[in-house]
């Protein structure tokens, strides 16, 4: 509600003794509209607009009177504001995530790198929580040491400073062109349709960098909204009292931590504070302890993700937590020491969107500045609140933490990491089992078991891990990563079942004392020559995500399979010379239909690395283009595999029983 009245005592007119009625609207926001009247000069009293009246020629105040539909009206403004800074916060992660990954790679123990990393990462995604949250969850999932995360918690709290920042230029007032452009109010809105074009008609990057201008230009609406909602606040006495009350260092604490802890965004609540000093009610004295209370509320958010991790994950939330603490006593206890010593002229003063980000900058810089040195005072602090016991010897990290869910870039990052790993553990189990065939090891047999186990797991982890990923907003980059893993996790699985199945073979092997022949050995060498190459190279092109090289792997296929038929086609030439009994042809056959196996599997891998980079997926076309001529690479590629895997001339005769023999052939 609008109410006008004169400066000075009203004088009778025609139209009345105090409200008159003009004949064109003011153009105030909905809510707070007055009808009938036009103001000349406006925006020089707190909460108030002095107005000059043309036909009385009079100057009168305008006050604003609070009503539900303000109350509505900051709703909104609240949730613009979230909205904005969310979805410019994900667009800026998808748009920048493989850079993300990179900034992630750069880990180091070095507390300077840590800092640089955290303010990086921070700067990107637009919330020091999620920062915290990401390295809780890579120090349970021990890609990180508590020690590396200090400095990345450090980095992070100055890196959050950027969002206030932003919304501090919308302070910027002048008459110059320059100066009325630096403030975003003048071009947030052509962002915002600029913004939502490129995001409709555009692709791919270009998407998301329209959702960024877009998130940009609705969290400066969001901010302008929360402004005007709020604006008959400065005439209510109890909100002056309210914000007088903050002056106090405690009540101004417990109030920027609730607030914060409800928002889970140290960012959105010092925006909103910014909002609300637009009403003149926030003085520096109540404005320095909120901002520091909301640097406390943000740390709940670590806290709470803690829950059901490692000690070490939950030690790394208890360090961004004493961080805080001690750094708001110490500079609460600097400020307010300083204060009584030379007493600073702003004190009292109404604070502005300059004056919070330059309060919320500085703490967090200087807090650095002093606890930096002493991160491994935090750490110890940290241990003695979370200490060790006797079972934790038997603790072992998270494979794939829930927590980087929350930064999809770095969760598909983490997931690649772990296929990885679980292809590598694939290829030492098969080249184990293959050498057992060979020459039997009791320990090396329980190895490759142990290894099968573990590869297991490896999928029904991954599995599910990606099955959430796939839910999650995800870059046109990282969609194509986990639709690779979804395709190829369970290759990788069976080919680690072969190896098992080799196993039970050299069991076969050792228990019926069979030997090969020299000829047979050399047969089963070229062949297992080829194989070892090309699971070597399957799992070197998944592992560096090289499509090329991975397109070198089917022609190599063709060559194993054409050993597998010319083994057989020797063996049964043997058997035809009485040389070999059929008997012993069976566990030649174990041995061949899982090498061919085997290959097929890298084949499968291979060609889903090459069909989802084309965004396609359609195997027997692929195949089919390649096998009847289709690519003279391919035939080249295989003349010159073919080449190098040839068996040597016929010779000696087939494995025959141990007990049958008067010597080892």
């Not at 794939?400 to 189990?429: F, H, I, Y």
Request: charged share 20%; glycine share 8%.
């Amino acid at each position: 509600m609008c109410k006008i009245r004169p400066s000075k005592p009203p004088k009778t007119t025609k139209n009345g003794p105090f409200y008159t009625v003009f004949t064109k609207p003011l153009p105030f926001p909905a809510g707070l509209r007055p009808k009938q009247y036009i103001i000349i000069e406006n925006g020089i009293g707190r909460g108030t607009s002095r107005a000059v009246f043309t036909n009385l020629n009079k100057r009168m105040d305008v006050y604003y009177e609070m009503s539900i539909f303000n109350v509505f009206t900051l709703m909104g403004g609240i949730a613009m504001f979230l909205y904005g800074m969310d979805l410019m916060g994900k667009a800026l992660e998808q748009t920048a995530g493989s850079k993300l990954q990179g900034i992630l790679s750069s880990m180091t123990s070095s507390p300077i790198r840590g800092l640089l990393l955290g303010m990086a990462v921070t700067a990107v995604i637009q919330s020091s929580g999620a920062t915290t949250v990401m390295a809780v969850g890579f120090v349970n999932s021990g890609l990180m040491e508590l020690h590396q995360a200090i400095g990345v918690i450090m980095g992070a709290n100055i890196g959050t400073t950027v969002t206030g920042w932003l919304l501090s230029l919308s302070g910027l007032e002048g008459e110059s062109f320059f100066v009325n452009m630096l403030n975003p109010n003048a071009w947030s809105p052509i962002l915002g349709f600029i913004g939502i074009w490129m995001y409709m008609i555009g692709k791919d990057r270009k998407r998301g960098v329209g959702q960024i201008m877009l998130g940009f230009a609705i969290l400066m609406a969001g901010m302008n909204t929360m402004s005007t909602s709020m604006a008959p606040l400065a005439d209510e006495e109890w909100f002056m009292n309210l914000f007088l009350s903050f002056s106090n260092p405690v009540f101004g604490v417990v109030a920027g931590a609730v607030l914060t802890a409800i928002l889970q965004s140290s960012s959105a609540s010092v925006g909103i504070l910014q909002a609300l000093s637009s009403t003149g009610a926030v003085t520096y004295s109540s404005a320095v302890p909120i901002i520091m209370g909301q640097n406390i509320g943000t740390t709940v958010t670590a806290l709470i993700s803690s829950a059901g991790a490692n000690k070490n994950a939950k030690r790394t939330a208890f360090v961004h937590l004493y961080f805080n603490l001690i750094g708001t006593v110490v500079f609460l206890c600097g400020f307010y020491g300083l204060n009584a010593l030379i007493h600073f002229s702003f004190f009292n003063d109404a604070a502005n969107t300059f004056g919070i980000a330059i309060v919320h900058t500085v703490f967090n810089v200087v807090t650095t500045a002093i606890l930096l040195p002493f991160n491994r005072v935090l750490e110890r602090l940290a241990i003695l609140t979370v200490p060790d016991s006797p079972a934790d010897k038997d603790e072992q990290h998270a494979l794939l933490d829930q927590r980087l869910l929350t930064t999809p870039s770095v969760a598909v990052n983490r997931a690649m990491l772990v296929g990885s790993d679980m292809a590598e553990v694939c290829r030492t189990s098969l080249l184990q089992a293959m050498s057992t065939t060979r020459k039997w090891d009791d320990t090396l047999a329980d190895e490759v078991r142990r290894k099968e186990d573990a590869v297991d797991h490896y999928e029904d982890a991954l599995g599910t891990y990606l099955v959430q990923l796939s839910s999650r907003s995800l870059s046109k980059e990282d969609t194509r990563t986990t639709n690779t893993l979804l395709h190829t996790i369970g290759d990788f699985e069976r080919i680690s079942d072969h190896s098992i199945n080799l196993l039970e073979t050299a069991e076969e092997i050792r228990d019926k004392n069979i030997r090969f022949s020299d000829a047979a050995l050399d047969d089963l060498s070229v062949l297992e020559a080829a194989l070892q190459d090309i699971v070597n190279r399957t799992v070197d092109a998944f592992q560096k995500h090289d499509c090329y090289a991975a397109g070198k792997i089917e022609p190599l296929e063709e060559v194993v399979d054409g050993l597998v038929r010319e083994v057989k086609t020797r063996h049964i030439a043997r058997l035809q010379a009485g040389t070999c009994t059929i008997e012993y042809g069976f566990v030649l056959d174990d041995l061949l239909t899982a090498y061919e196996r085997i290959a097929d599997h890298c084949s499968n891998i291979a060609v889903a690395m090459i069909e989802v980079a084309d965004d396609k997926f359609d195997t027997h076309e692929y195949l089919n283009h390649l096998k009847s001529g289709g690519s003279l690479k391919f035939e080249q590629r295989y003349e010159k595999y073919r080449g190098r895997y040839t068996f040597p001339a016929e010779g000696a005769a087939e494995p025959v029983p141990a007990a049958a023999e008067t010597a080892p052939q």
